[in-house]
């Protein structure tokens, strides 16, 4: 079983930058691939950004060229780098981790096989 603790977030103008950070524990990542999720006020979790056992890495639209995700496998840890954050960024940011990268990549927030309790992310206009 593996365990996830997101830190990172906090308060930040339109425009600023946050990095998020996962931290596992139980077991090692390397055979994870992980992604993060967000949720945003009213809404469901929506998925934000995956990355594979290769580091191949996908990203919702909305993100693609502001946010960049990566892993360290020596430390067991995914990262998640915001830069250009717009209000509308603000939510919840979930680390979440499945052995199937389609799970990760497609399948809703409930069905990974391991998720983090969030970090706030509040970006102000």
């Known amino acids: 079983q593996v365990q996830l603790v997101e830190s990172g977030g906090g308060f930040v103008q339109a425009g600023g930058s946050l990095r998020l950070s996962c931290a596992a524990s139980?077991?090692?990542?390397?055979?994870?691939?992980m992604g993060w999720f967000r949720q945003t006020p009213g809404k469901e979790h929506d998925f934000v950004a995956a990355i594979g056992t290769d580091s191949t890495t996908y990203y919702e639209d909305d993100v693609e060229g502001r946010f960049t995700i990566s892993r360290d496998m020596s430390k067991n840890m995914v990262y998640l780098q915001m830069n250009s954050l717009k209000p509308e960024d603000t939510g919840v940011y979930y680390c979440v981790g499945d052995e199937r990268l389609r799970v990760v990549r497609f399948a809703t927030f409930n069905s990974m096989g391991a998720r983090g309790q969030g970090t706030l992310v509040t970006v102000s206009s």
């Open positions: 139980g077991r090692t990542l390397s055979t994870y691939a």
